[in-house]
């Protein structure tokens, strides 16, 4: 996604949908966790649309992005500092890897 909102703008990622009826998006956001020997993915999906307009100032993706159950682009909700989607996937990512890491070092300890 970096390179996407490096070279993409919020207008050039609306032009590719001009004319789209399907405007569905699927957010992944993954953690990996490499200890050199093992390996164990945290992963969560987040499903929305892309609208017709840009809004909010963050990322261009982000500007044009309305996950499920939103009416405000993702960009508009980092802007207003509410940061649901973002800090909540997070969250949750960070939560699920923090038990199991913890539950990693018991069974270590025991």
Not at 43 to 62: C, L, V
Not at 82 to 108: I, P, V
């Amino acid at each position: 996604m970096g390179y996407m909102n490096d070279w993409l703008k919020a207008d050039d990622l609306l032009r590719l949908m001009e004319g789209k009826t399907d405007r569905t998006i699927i957010c992944i956001e993954t953690l990996v966790y490499y200890d050199g020997k093992r390996t164990k993915l945290f992963s969560q999906t987040f499903r929305g649309k892309i609208i017709t307009e840009a809004r909010g100032g963050w990322q261009p993706i982000a500007q044009v992005t309305v996950l499920d159950g939103d009416d405000k682009t993702i960009a508009e909700l980092v802007d207003s500092q509410q940061g649901r989607y973002h800090g909540h996937s997070q969250q949750t990512l960070w939560h699920d890897f923090a038990k199991w890491y913890h539950m990693q070092q018991r069974l270590h300890l025991a």
